[in-house]
């Protein structure tokens, strides 16, 4: 069986890398992918991801079984409705389905229909009404742009200034553009996050281990929100009961109310959630497996990866399983600056040391050939699992030791929530 995936950075890696361990897959294509896959022996296609038609056109003439689809843009362009119209069979949620992702509103308004815990909230369009309910809610509060804005629309206000003033961005600035013409107002939700992933066929869902990702760039959740600078799974303080409630609160009512709405969801779901005193409660939907939380829960899955997509895309149970013990732990290397500017062209390590897995995600090859160089903000991940959080972590800082990081960064504390 040959396969596509969608998408090019360490998510696609680890998505694509545990699909070509399957002892039925020959070859794993990804498009565009990074050129960092290639030392895994992955297939790059150079097509684009909004190349819908001719990405339709690879999998027919290359007899592609099926495609997996990583990244939420790719979803919210309808990738899944234009590969279904041409008969493809193709792994992600309707452009329908990922409204949950791609309109914050949307998921408000399903979640309320459906009583999903989460945040209470107003959305407008209009700036002076935003800032007239502000006012009435007070401070700590949230401020959301409705639609994609690469994880970056969010703005957790501690002062009415502040999210008067992220709400003028949005409204009055265009700075999100269309995403950003309504905003979602909501309550600012005390208490620690975790996410929680599920392979979804409408209210069928096999649930993955739970996974904490740390999305601010610098030690101590300091410095700007990222697309996340390192993660584990699972979560050993995370209690079984805190999942099973968010199970039976959020994830069969949202499944079912999908199906209600005549948007029934296939793919990846992710639950954002922050666990209050009321229990948990949704943060946001995305309509895809995480990034960089991907990279560590996969690694933990002994099934055939393959076979348990193939048997969910026919309407079968799959047999999922997983590694039962320990925890698996990776640590993101980022350019100097991301997320906001950053220099390209660092030379990048290619080796590790014992189990230690490499990720990349922004990375490219020289002219001539030999050096694997850094071309984006997310560079590499290292990942690897350990009887604790605490003996990953130590693996993980004595490989990132040995490897020349000049121009680029990384946490020194990814897993101590775990630890303290
Ligand atoms: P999102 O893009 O929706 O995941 O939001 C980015 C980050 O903002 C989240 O990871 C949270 O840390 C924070 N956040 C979002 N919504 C809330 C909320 N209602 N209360 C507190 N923090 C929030
Ligand atoms: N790690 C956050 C995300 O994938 O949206």
Redesign the pocket.
């Known amino acids: 069986m040959k396969l596509l995936v969608v998408g090019s950075g360490g998510r696609e890696h680890a998505i694509a890398k545990k699909l070509l361990e399957s002892p039925q897959v020959d070859q794993v294509f990804v498009a565009p992918g990074n050129d960092g896959m290639v030392l895994d022996g992955l297939d790059l296609v150079d097509i684009g991801i909004a190349e819908h038609s001719r990405l339709i056109a690879f999998v027919q003439e290359n007899e592609i079984a099926w495609t997996f689809i990583g990244p939420d843009d790719a979803l919210a362009a309808g990738i899944v409705d234009d590969f279904n119209a041409a008969g493809l069979k193709v792994f992600g949620p309707s452009r329908q389905a990922s409204e949950l992702e791609w309109s ?1 509103d949307f998921a408000k308004t399903i979640m309320a229909k459906y009583g999903v815990p ?2 209470k909230y107003s959305t407008f369009s209009d700036f002076e009404k935003a800032k007239a309910y502000i006012k009435v809610q007070g401070a ?1 509060i ?1 401020v ?1 742009a409705d639609g994609l804005a690469l ?1 970056k ?2 703005a ?1 206000a501690d002062t009415v200034e502040q999210a008067v003033e992220a709400a003028r961005d949005m409204l009055l600035d265009n700075k999100f553009g269309d995403s950003g013409a309504r905003v979602v107002i ?5 208490g620690e ?1 975790f996410s929680l992933f599920a392979f979804v066929n409408g209210e069928q869902f096999y649930l993955m281990p739970a996974a904490q ?1 740390y ?1 601010r760039a610098y030690d101590g959740d300091k410095g700007p ?1 990222t697309g996340g600078m390192g993660a584990y799974s699972p979560v050993p303080h995370l209690e079984q009961a805190v999942i099973d409630q968010a199970v039976e609160t959020i994830i069969k009512p949202i499944l079912s109310g999908m199906v209600a709405e005549g948007r029934p969801y296939l793919g990846v779901l992710y639950v ?1 959630l ?1 666990l209050t005193a009321d229990g948990p ?1 949704v ?2 939907f995305n309509s895809r497996f995480g990034d960089p939380e991907t990279q560590t829960i996969l690694p933990r899955l002994t099934s055939d990866f393959a076979q348990n997509v193939t048997d969910i895309l026919d309407d079968k149970t799959p047999e999922i399983t997983w590694v039962e013990d320990g925890v698996t732990l990776g640590v993101v290397v980022a350019s100097d600056g991301y997320p906001l500017a950053y220099e390209k062209g660092v030379e990048l390590p290619t080796k590790t040391d014992g189990d230690v897995i490499t990720y990349y995600a922004g990375a490219r090859f020289a002219e001539n050939g030999r050096a694997l160089l850094s071309n984006g903000g997310r560079v590499y991940m290292l990942v690897t699992t350990a009887d604790t959080v605490q003996a990953a972590q130590e693996k993980i800082y004595k490989q990132l030791a040995t490897q020349k990081t000049d121009g680029l960064f990384y946490r020194n504390d990814i897993g101590s929530k775990a630890i303290k």
């Open positions: 914050k989460t945040a700590p949230v959301k994880g629309g969010v957790v909501e309550d600012y939700l005390a996050e990702d999305k929100n954002g922050i409660k943060i946001e």
